[in-house]
């Protein structure tokens, strides 16, 4: 049965093209600096925002008509489950990402919550034999349950400790099942609320001692996806363990996970941190520790995590301009964690929403390239730190120097010549890039 019966597949037909179900920009086959858009983008549909989401906020009910939602329990299930794969299919997606109870739903015990992802894995297994769309990374959900009320490998309660690590072995076995190509962390309830009632060395201490026996059990079962800590500061904690990149670094270097893990940098939980998207990409790049995206964007004047799909398309060149110089993101994505509006209710808002996400990128990467290809904001760097590759700056660099060499060096100076850092010309010139690329097209 078709959920999505008065849509195709979705192509691309160019930036001229007025068709709503078309790609205007982003066309798999065109390469980009060498490889393919497919193949640098590697989008990723959130199974969450897209099949279970029903649009409710803490005012009012869910607002989303969904064709699926005729059915219950694990009939609900299996019916998304079609509908994923349709949708899938029709947007030419590569990937897709879940949490445990997306899939299907808990039952009264562990038992039986696993009894009904096995039945659900089995189908979703039996969909993937024919078609291309592949597991980005799989999670378990150990936040929106009431015995995660504490926390859940952060609880104050020993028992939830365990139960959090059974959920999360279960999901070990089905990324690995499901041949996933990484597994993530999102530590929703890995915080506190309150000092006056926290033992925050005992929280953190046990969230490293998770980290290392879910290191381990991977490799037991000898799953070899990438790990992933996903960062955000606050919300629903008031204190979030992993806040950001550098501290959520910080974190996995203390209890000595740095080589086993790397970062899904969301550009919502950046903003909420009070850094830029390309701020997060950037830190994590530079140690080596990027892994993957969630792609979407918050609303610049509400204070929590909106979801947005991307389409701010200034943000999304420079995360392409990070992502390119990382050389890609290895076995990462684009996951769109991202939901459309409350009042975006139809299904077809779907697919206009993932197709207005995969063309922003598109455009991101291809003015990234582009920026790249012609040494715009590397030449300008590199000149900027252009005293640092001779004389004193050479022997700063290289470790040849000391407070009585440097003290001479200041005695010696009479004038201090700085260039300007021209940050407004360098906006306009990226203005330029983002104005003249489809010239012509
Ligand atoms: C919530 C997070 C969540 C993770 C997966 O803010 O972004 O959706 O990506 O648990
Ligand atoms: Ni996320
Ligand atoms: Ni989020």
Known sequence: MAYFENIGKINYEGARSTNPYAFKFYNPEEKIGGKTMEEMLRFGVAYWHTFTEDLSDPFGVGTAIRPWDKFKGMDLAKARVEAAFEFFEKLGVPYFCFHDIDIAPEGDTLRESNQNLDTIVAMIKDYMKDSKTKLLWNTANNFTNPRFVHGAASSSSADVFAYAAAKVKKQLEIGKELGGENYVFWGGREGYETLLNTDMKLEMDNLGRFFHMAVDYAKEIGFDAQFLIEPKPKEPTSHQYDFDVASGYAFLQHYDLQDHFKFNIEANHATLAGH??????????????????????????????????????????????????NGGLGKGGLNFDAKVRRGSFEPEDLFHAHIAGMDSFAVGLKIAQKLLDDNVLEGIVDNRYSSYQQGIGKDIVEGKTDFHKLEDHAYGLTTIAQPSGRLEQIRATINQYLLTAYAGE
């Open 276 to 325: 830029t998207f390309e701020h997060e990409l950037h830190y994590a790049r530079v140690n080596n520790m990027l892994g993957s995206v969630d792609a979407n964007q918050g609303h610049p004047l509400l204070g929590w995590d909106t979801d947005e799909f991307p389409a701010d398309l200034y943000s999304t060149t420079l995360a392409m301009y990070e992502i390119l110089k």
